[in-house]
């Protein structure tokens, strides 16, 4: 069974940092781009940032530009966003997902991706 499982979510203060952690199991994700998604309440869900199956090629939302990065272990099967700089806006829920692709730059549109983890919560209040 493929499966995309999130962790690392939390409540944290502005300015604080969080790193996500995306595991999968059933698959081996060196085939695979990997983006993460977030989705705010009332908010349509938005691409945040987006890591080629090679991890050479990444692409970042301008909103989180300077402050995310994506990380990929191919060996672990995981993908990590390490996130600085929270600011209240940050807040939602972040979901991982895969698209099997193999080279090129990652995309940023929900539709094209094959493979969704369950989400976790990101809260940044003070």
């Known amino acids: 069974q493929l499966q995309l499982v999130e962790s690392g979510g939390g409540l944290v203060q502005p300015g604080g940092s969080l790193r996500l952690s995306c595991a999968a199991s059933g698959f081996t994700l060196d085939a695979y781009a990997i983006a993460w998604f977030r989705q705010a309440p009332g908010k349509e869900r938005e691409g945040v940032s987006g890591i080629s199956s090679s991890g050479r090629a990444r692409k970042y939302a301008d909103s989180v530009k300077g402050r995310f990065t994506i990380s990929r272990d191919n060996a672990k099967n995981t993908v990590d966003l390490q996130m600085n700089s929270l600011q209240p806006e940050d807040t939602g829920i972040y979901y991982c997902?895969?698209?099997?692709?193999?080279?090129?730059?990652?995309?940023?549109?929900?539709?094209?991706?094959?493979?969704w983890g369950q989400g976790t919560q990101v809260t940044v209040s003070s």
């Open positions: 997902a895969a698209e099997e692709r193999k080279g090129g730059v990652p995309n940023l549109f929900p539709y094209l991706y094959d493979y």
